[in-house]
T-cell receptor, first 119, second 113 residues
Framework: GAVVSQHPSRVICKSGTSVKIECRSL??????MFWYRQFPKQSLMLMAT?????????EQGVEKDKFLINHASLTLSTLTVTSAHPEDSSFYIC???????????????FGQGTRLTVV | SQQGEEDPQALSIQEGENATMNCSYK?????LQWYRQNSGRGLVHLIL?????REKHSGRLRVTLDTSKKSSSLLITASRAADTASYFC?????????????FGQGTELSVKP
């Protein structure tokens, strides 16, 4: 299957600093990528849909200025957690669907996730 | 926002037994997908069932879909210790702009050797 690479897998940062997480689709082009957040033993909560070349679409309750999303190319989306606080500590996962999605039903491919700890 | 409910939330069985997980959703869908997640890792796609399909098989996995009840089930037969993981259903709902998936709450499966 297709591969989505997410980096870093773990990051520890100090309160007030910003952290950037990268999500790359390695062998297909993704006009759309998705960012999820997951708390321990809970499900994935969709944060935003990242659209190549345009502004991201955020889900209700997600702060746009806190979680900056950039999708500059068909293979790369980045999530920047700005002015991080301990409550931002979580597991962040990205996913992508192939451009062929619009021609039929397709699965989503997920990165391995990033464990963010803010101290 | 999540639209899927799953039960049970946790399931513990012995190796060799079958495991059944259920998922309910709220809106009309294009398809429903099941994913597996090992602890602290990303998700792996297991199977996709379209809205016009009622049952689908893949190896030891069997998925059913009842659109009238807005529910789906995942059956894992002859379970193995390596099946221990969390399992999530995800819906690709109608009028879905851009293909986002909405996940259910998940079932944590523990298979004891």
């Amino acid at each position: 299957g297709a591969v989505v690479s997410q980096h870093p897998s773990r990051v520890i940062c100090k309160s007030g600093t910003s952290v950037k997480i990268e999500c790359r689709s390695l062998d297909f082009q993704a006009t759309t990528m998705f960012w999820y957040r997951q708390f321990p033993k809970q499900s994935l909560m969709l944060m935003a849909t990242s659209n190549e070349g345009s502004k991201a679409t955020y889900e209700q309750g997600v702060e746009k200025d806190k979680f900056l999303i950039n999708h500059a190319s068909l293979t790369l989306s980045t999530l920047t957690v700005t002015s991080a606080h301990p409550e931002d500590s979580s597991f962040y996962i990205c996913s992508a669907r192939d451009l062929e999605y619009r021609q039929g039903d397709t699965e989503a491919f997920f990165g391995q996730g990033t464990r963010l700890t803010v101290v | 926002s999540q639209q899927g409910e799953e039960d049970p939330q946790a399931l513990s069985i012995q190796e060799g037994e079958n495991a059944t997980m259920n998922c309910s959703y709220k809106t009309s869908i294009n398809n429903l997908q099941w994913y597996r997640q090992n602890s602290g890792r990303g998700l792996v796609h297991l199977i996709l069932i379209r809205s016009n399909e009622r049952e689908k098989h893949s190896g030891r996995l069997r998925v059913t879909l009842d659109t009238s009840k807005k529910s789906s089930s995942l059956l894992i037969t002859a379970s193995r210790a390596a099946d221990t993981a969390s399992y999530f259903c995800a819906t690709d709902f109608e009028d879905n702009q851009g293909g986002k998936l909405i996940f259910g709450q998940g079932t944590e499966l523990s298979v004891k050797p």
